[in-house]
């Protein structure tokens, strides 16, 4: 099983980025799919999520309006898509599969907000 994040970097505030996470050793559509985010020294924060047939989708507040989750079932891969960055969104972000008890995790792509 492997979940593989890319797309992260530097961006300056205001900027946007989309993040991929490539998936593959499991049935990738049988399995919800989440963000998570983790700056230095805090808590693992959840940020998006999104239902094994793409139907639906779910934010946190923080991101809410600025970030969109979407999901390729075809290509095994999700992606967020990541507008109107703060400095605060500054974290390694992880992508998650989820079915029942089930879950797997990526090693995380770094997004660095900063002028």
């Known amino acids: 099983v492997q979940l593989v994040e890319s797309g992260g970097g530097l961006v300056q505030p205001g900027g946007s980025l989309r993040l991929s996470c490539a998936a593959s050793g499991f049935t990738f559509s049988d399995y919800n799919m989440n963000w998570f985010r983790q700056a230095p020294g805090k808590a693992r924060e959840w940020v998006a999520g999104?239902?094994?047939?793409?139907?639906?989708?779910i934010y946190a507040d923080s991101v809410k309006g600025r970030f969109t989750i979407s999901r390729d079932n075809a290509k095994n891969t999700v992606y967020l898509q990541m507008n109107g960055l703060k400095p605060e969104d500054t974290a390694v972000y992880l992508c998650?599969?989820?079915?029942?008890?089930?879950?797997?995790w990526g090693q995380g792509t770094q997004v660095t907000v900063s002028s």
């Open positions: 998650e599969a989820r079915r029942l008890i089930r879950n797997y």
């Open positions: 999104i239902r094994a047939d793409g139907s639906s989708a």
